[in-house]
């Protein structure tokens, strides 16, 4: 039945739902920011690295117009170039030394005038640029050579190698930026390296410039997207962590509503779903009806009728037998007091109580507002107290079983033979009545020694001048051995099963 699969269902599998609830609201949003983020790097990574070959090109531009002027001069003698040659390095910014070259050899420079030095093509990119790691007269000072040739004339532009490493390092500090010609590159740190290039974790972007024979890479290091998406977007982070805080509170709200036992039985209670069905008790001699066993039913929405053994034990847990009792009480005195008439006077009504019901005095109060519904000293009012589940005598519970005994309640012990109640015990909460579980009667007609414990049972109670009523009598053999024995009372399947009050006002009335 479904109410036992809640009853019984695992407190992780709850636990598991609620922090993937809590989880789903932050990890959807932070997957979200962290593409956004990418996103971002991206677009970054790749502005920069225009601007950085915007501003390369641009250099470059400077080198290729020292060389437009220069080229002609060469194969002239180095003593009427040489003035040309200053010239162009005073005139073009980033621009560091101007050379002539003659059929693969440098015969002119800015620096030195008459010079000789062998020029190897191959060291240039398409024929047309170099990035040296040093020089001659500054060896760990990378420069760039820009070379233009024609025929056996070239020309070669040197610039500034710290230009390029300025312009690695100043366009955007967070942006790690390369340049790469032919094979080599060089960082923001300034060294010429011949490795592959490195490769960059996030965001790496390359950008060939559009007119000369390099590429500029861009990119960041790795953890780049976590520190950007806790620097960018804080408030966004802490507004996901409240998120998934709401949504983890919401649906362990909604499943303690929907799957805690006892917030149904709750529900239950307000609904007034909690209704009584009587069990007649008839008497051992004449068979006529001396009382009825008030029974608690659930008539649950969805479950249909449900039976107390599978809520009155939570019920009993949680504390909410009290007021479920007392609801039973109400609705017991509501619909029978209409209908006092048709009982007998000294007619029983038996209702079921809990050790629950013992820790306070409310209970004497629920007895009077019950009997006060019926006309002075018609009815008897008996509590069941289960076997079972033995009271522990403490002064409130004198206290209480005094003033119910002074109300006129009587006390039965439910399912006696089944627990261990001493007779000291029956004395001590001045019981009235045995009710003999059902497990005794049902033996009557077994074996000699189940049917000598039932005899003791009968006789005991006869001896400690205590009402008895035997439970569970379901054929005729049972109830004329009770009836031979002097059982009192009987109450069984074989007069009447537990009914509906409408039920049990129409029999009553037929009485
Ligand atoms: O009717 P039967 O199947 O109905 O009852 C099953 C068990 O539930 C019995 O042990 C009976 O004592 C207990 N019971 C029935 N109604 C109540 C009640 O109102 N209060 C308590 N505490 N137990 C009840
Ligand atoms: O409160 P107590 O445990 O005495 O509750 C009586 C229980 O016994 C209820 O569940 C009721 O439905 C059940 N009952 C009443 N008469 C008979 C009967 O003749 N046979 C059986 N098997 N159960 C009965
Ligand atoms: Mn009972």
């Given at each position: 039945m479904p109410f036992k699969l809640k009853l019984s269902r695992k407190w992780t599998d709850r636990y598991a739902l609620i922090v993937l609830s809590g989880l789903?609201?932050?990890?959807?949003g932070v997957l979200i920011i962290v593409w956004q983020a990418n996103r971002s790097l991206r677009l970054e990574a790749t502005q920069t690295a225009l601007e950085?070959?915007?501003q390369f090109?641009?250099?470059?531009?400077?080198?290729?117009?020292?060389?437009?002027?220069?080229?002609?001069?060469?194969?002239?003698?180095?003593e009427q170039v040489e003035l040309a040659?200053?010239?162009?390095v005073t005139r073009r910014p980033f621009v560091r030394s101007v050379n002539l070259v003659w059929d693969n050899q440098i015969y002119c420079t800015s620096l030195f005038g008459n010079f000789k030095e062998q020029v190897n093509p191959v060291n240039y990119a398409d024929g047309e640029l170099w990035l040296m790691p040093g020089t001659l007269v500054t060896p760990n000072d990378p420069v760039l050579v820009y070379r233009q040739q024609k025929d056996k004339r070239s020309a070669l532009i040197s610039l500034y190698g710290f230009h390029l490493v300025n312009v690695l390092g100043l366009i955007n500090q967070k942006t790690h930026l390369l340049i790469e010609v032919g094979d080599v590159w060089i960082d923001r740190y300034g060294l010429v390296r011949n490795s592959p290039t490195p490769h960059l974790p996030v965001a790496q972007t390359t950008v060939p410039s559009p007119e000369y024979p390099y590429r500029v890479i861009a990119g960041f290091n790795e953890g780049e997207v976590w520190r950007y998406v806790i620097m960018e977007y804080p408030g966004l982070l802490g507004l996901l962590i409240f998120l998934g805080f709401i949504s983890a509170t919401t649906v362990h709200q909604l499943k303690k509503r929907a799957t805690s036992p006892s917030h149904e039985l709750r529900r239950g209670l307000?609904?007034?779903?909690?209704?009584?069905?009587?069990?007649?008790?008839?008497?051992?001699d004449t068979k006529q009806w001396a009382g009825a066993e008030v029974l608690m039913r659930w008539q649950h929405p969805k479950e249909g009728l449900v039976r107390p053994d599978l809520f009155i034990p939570v019920a009993e847990h949680c504390g909410l037998i009290v007021p479920m009792t007392r609801s039973l009480m109400e609705q017991t005195a509501y619909l029978l007091a209409p209908h006092a008439k048709h009982m007998e006077p000294g007619f029983h009504l038996a209702f079921n109580i809990a050790a629950h019901h013992c820790h306070n005095l409310e209970l004497v109060d629920d007895c009077r507002r019950f009997l006060q519904a019926f006309p002075p000293g018609h009815i008897n009012l008996v509590?069941?107290?289960t076997e079972r589940e033995l009271i522990v005598p403490s002064a409130t519970t004198h206290q209480l079983f005094s003033q119910l005994h002074a109300l006129g309640v009587m006390i039965a012990i439910d399912d006696f033979g089944t627990g261990h109640s001493s007779l000291s015990y029956l004395h001590e909460f001045n019981v009235d009545y045995l009710k003999i579980d059902q497990s005794f009667v049902a033996m009557i007609g077994a074996d000699a020694l189940s049917r000598h414990i039932l005899d003791s049972i009968i006789e005991l109670s006869a001896k400690l001048d205590l009402g008895i009523v035997a439970e569970g009598v379901e054929t005729q053999e049972q109830s004329q051995y009770l009836a031979d024995h002097g059982v009192d009372f009987l109450q069984g399947y074989l007069f009447a099963r537990p009914m509906p009050s409408a039920e049990f006002i129409q029999a009553l009335q037929a009485l």
């Open positions: 789903l609201p932050v990890v959807l950085a070959v915007r090109d641009l250099m470059l531009d400077n080198a290729k117009l020292a060389a437009d002027v220069v080229l002609p001069l060469a194969g002239q003698s180095c040659l200053r010239d162009q307000d609904a007034a779903e909690f209704i009584p069905y009587f069990q007649p008790v008839v008497r051992g509590l069941e107290l």
